[in-house]
């Protein structure tokens, strides 16, 4: 790999770390380990070709460009932390992750429902997500902040939400929204 690629990878997992709170390779590498996959088999699942998923992982495509495939993403980490935490078996996890492939994703921010873990509290992070997904399919993070930057002046709030979920990382997302639900 030349110094050029080595560059555009970079940059590459830098937005991968904005977009979607860190490098798509770490993520889905963790994805892979947690439900015992392996990438033919998540690439399946999120409704990926093999050769797109490889891309993704290593830094030569920085975007999922679908969104159905974020909200799946989503919900595959969803799925990981609950199989961790004993919730769900894993030939529940099996069943569920063939649930995963046919969902279509549909509206990002649905009903409240499904922001509500087998447990009854609600998944901040899920919501989180959800908001950050929805921002991100319609824009990238640089015209994000371009428009908070635009509306900085006259609605300071506004601006701030558009940097903190459109642009920043998840774990400052969280803090937002809990310090906002009071």
Do not use: C
Not at 4 to 14: D, S, V
Not at 92 to 106: P, S
Not at 127 to 132: A, L
């Amino acid at each position: 790999m030349d110094a050029a690629q080595q560059e555009a990878t970079a940059r590459a997992r830098e937005l991968q770390r904005n977009w979607y709170g860190e490098p798509l390779g770490a993520l889905f590498r963790r994805l892979i380990d947690d439900l015992g996959l392996n990438q033919a088999r998540l690439a399946g699942v999120l409704g990926l070709s093999a050769p797109m998923l490889s891309q993704l992982m290593s830094g030569q495509r920085a975007k999922i460009g679908n969104p159905a495939v974020v909200q799946r993403v989503q919900a595959l980490q969803e799925l990981a932390g609950q199989v961790a935490d004993g919730s769900v078996s894993a030939a529940e996890a099996t069943d569920r992750m063939d649930e995963i492939k046919k969902t279509a994703g549909g509206s990002v921010l649905s009903n409240t429902a499904q922001t509500v873990s087998s447990t009854g509290s609600t998944t901040v992070r899920r919501v989180v997500r959800e908001i950050q997904s929805l921002l991100r399919s319609v824009s990238d993070a640089g015209e994000i902040i371009d428009a908070a930057n635009a509306l900085a002046p006259t609605h300071p709030e506004l601006a701030e939400f558009l940097r903190v979920y459109g642009a920043g990382r998840t774990g400052d997302a969280v803090a937002h929204y809990e310090a906002h639900q009071s």
